[in-house]
Structure formats: C-alpha cells, structure tokens
C-alpha cells in the first residue's frame, strides 16, 4: 500500500525558533498533500492544501505567515512553523492524495510538536 | 460551525458482539464519507468509505450505513475483537475532507 513518512516524529523546541516538518510519499507521486493539526482529545482539523509547484491554500483562521507549507516536488511537503509558541504544541499530521482524489488520503504517522 | 459529529466520546463493548459508531454531518453537499482508525500518535488509517449515491458498503467485518434524509452514517463491527480497539474518525468529504470528533471503542475480552 502507499506509504506516507513524516520527519521528525518528535521534536522539542523553544519558543521563538522555527521548526520544519516533513511528508514525504515514499512509493508515489502525490500532486495534492493535506496538512492537519489535532489537539488532544479533538478531531484532526485541516490547516492547507498543498499543491506541488503552487502556493498552498490555508483554511480560514490558519495564519500563512506563521505557517509556511513548501511543496516542492511530487514527492515532499514541508510544514516550518515559523517563531513558535507553547500554543503551538500540537500533533501535526499530514497526508498525500492518491489517484481517485480527495476521497483517497493516505496518512503520515504524525509530528508532536511541543514548544517549551 | 461542526459539520460533523461524533457525540459518543467513548464506546465500550464485549468481544465477539457488534460495535456501532455514530456519526452526523450538516453539510449536504458531501459526497464522500469515511472511516478512519487511529491510534495513538500514529496517523489515521483509512477503513472504509461510502459515496453519497450509496446506503450501505460493507468490507469484511466491517458496513457503513448511511442514512441522508437523517444526515446520519454509521458504522458497524461485527464480531468485535480486541484488536479493534482504537479512536474511530468519521470524515465528510467535498474536495476536501471534516473530520469528527472521534470515538474511542474499547473492545472488552
């Protein structure tokens, strides 16, 4: 099956750095990738569509310029969440879409992000 | 604005019996709903879905029921197992997908 990598898995970071997060779609090409973000106990809430070799496109209330998404090749997303503060400590998942669209999304194993 | 929801937080249910997770959406320009299961910090992985033009599909174990007139999806294990054991996400899809709160089904031996 397709397989969807996320790195780094864990990261710790203090507040005001930056911190970039990959995807990557390890044995397809994936035009289109989603960026979701889940505090606990709550659903997964999606953050931006990444379209390879456009900008991305936020969902409203998500900041573009805190949240930068870069979707260089068919294969690579990256998520930097840029001067990051403790409300940023989140579980940041991502996925990629296959062939039949939207409907068709094949997950990362997700990046918990905590801000100290 | 929830436009979907999963109002049971947990579900707790005997191995062997039939475990049944609830979900309801808002939005009727959906065309797609799924199921996804998830475990701790892990990502989603994909279970079952069902068009709009559909009522019910089943794979193996597991049927979504999908009920439009109520804006109500269901989906049904049967017979449980402890491996089943998981948050259960109902998701509605226009282009892109709302997902719900979740559903944490114990499965118990």
């Known amino acids: 099956g397709a397989v969807v990598s996320q790195h780094p898995s864990r990261v710790i970071c203090k507040s005001g750095t930056s911190v970039k997060i990959e995807c990557r779609s390890l044995d397809f090409q994936a035009t289109t990738m989603f960026w979701y973000r889940q505090f606990p106990k709550q659903s997964l809430m999606l953050m931006a569509t990444?379209?390879?070799?456009?900008?991305?496109?936020?969902e409203q209330g998500v900041e573009k310029d805190k949240f930068l998404i870069n979707h260089a090749s068919l294969t690579l997303s990256t998520l930097t969440v840029t001067s990051a503060h403790p409300e940023d400590s989140s579980f940041y998942i991502c996925?990629?879409?296959?062939?039949?669209?939207?409907?068709?999304?094949?997950f990362g194993p997700g990046t918990r992000l905590t801000v100290l | 604005d929830q436009q979907v929801k999963q109002n049971s937080p947990s579900l707790s249910v005997q191995e062997g019996r039939i475990s049944i997770l609830n979900c309801d959406y808002t939005n009727s320009m959906f065309d797609y709903f799924l199921w996804y299961k998830k475990y701790p910090a892990e990502g989603p992985t994909f279970l079952i879905s069902i068009s709009s033009i559909k009522d019910k599909n089943e794979d193996g174990r597991f049927t979504v029921f999908l009920n439009k007139s109520a804006k109500h999806l269901s989906l049904h294990i049967v017979p449980s197992q402890p491996g089943d054991s998981a948050v259960y996400f109902c998701a509605g899809g226009a282009q892109k997908l709302v997902f719900g709160q979740g559903t944490r089904l114990t499965i118990n031996p």
């Open positions: 990444s379209n390879e070799g456009s900008k991305a496109t936020y």
């Open positions: 996925s990629a879409e296959g062939l039949a669209g939207y409907n068709e999304q094949f």
